[in-house]
């Protein structure tokens, strides 16, 4: 069912930009793509989403290829509380509403 | 906190006792959904509540698991006769269907580990 692959972890350098490919190739037109991380024993929390556009909020970047076949959260300068699973997420409709299928995620580690 | 809450957040039990999870979503949210989360693994979809009607539940959701959620708030979730396998993070979101992008906030999750 999982519709994204990810590179199992990734080191950056803190102050540095953080880089988090994911692959969705499977990815339906009308699907958006999200991305959530999730510190240790805590609850998966937004960072951002889209369609076809690249996107930017006060978190992270998102670039979106033009097939749509893979996308980028860029992290502009990564701090030590970046630390987290990052997971790559693509939402699907099902019976009135969105699901989200997650992927097995990439543990980044934000080295000082 | 106006957050999506969930209780206990930790729980020990012996293999076949009953156990009962609850979640309280942030209240304007009409969409309460319950994913299961194992030990290196994303977390995976279980069911889906509009207000108290329940529109979807996964293959994963065996006979011995039940969801309500009765009066269109929070939501329950038991598993009967537990067994080692249901050992796992179960998650509680929770979104508001008038928005266009349907985000889902999570809650901290109940840990369940069944001796």
């Known amino acids: 069912d999982a519709k994204t692959t990810q590179p199992p972890s990734m080191d950056c350098a803190e102050g540095r930009a953080a880089n988090l490919p994911c692959n969705h190739s499977t990815i339906s037109g009308n699907e958006y793509v999200y991305w959530y991380r999730q510190i240790h024993s805590q609850g998966p929390q937004y960072i951002i989403h889209g369609l076809k556009n690249n996107e930017t909020n006060e978190m992270a970047s998102l670039i979106i290829t033009e097939d749509r076949k893979s996308s980028t959260l860029i992290l502009p300068h990564a701090t030590l509380r970046d630390t987290a699973v990052y997971y790559c997420?693509?939402?699907?409709?099902?019976?009135?509403?969105?699901?989200?299928?997650f992927g097995t995620g990439t543990r980044l580690k934000v080295l000082a | 906190d106006t957050g999506v809450s969930q209780d206990p957040r930790h729980k020990i039990t012996k293999r076949g006792q009953n156990v009962t999870f609850r979640c309280d979503p942030i209240s304007e949210h009409n969409r309460l959904y319950w994913y299961r989360q194992t030990l290196g693994q994303g977390p995976e979809f279980l069911t889906y509540?509009?207000?108290?009607?329940?529109?979807?539940k996964s293959r994963l959701l065996s006979d011995r698991f039940s969801a309500e959620r009765p009066k269109g708030s929070f939501s329950t979730l038991e598993i009967q006769r537990t067994e080692q396998g249901d050992s796992a993070m179960y998650l509680c979101a929770s979104s508001q269907g008038t928005i266009p992008y349907n985000e889902q906030f999570f809650g901290p999750g109940t840990r369940l580990t069944v001796l």
């Open positions: 997420i693509v939402r699907v409709h099902s019976s009135g509403t969105y699901k989200y299928i």
């Open positions: 509540f509009q207000n108290e009607a329940q529109l979807e």
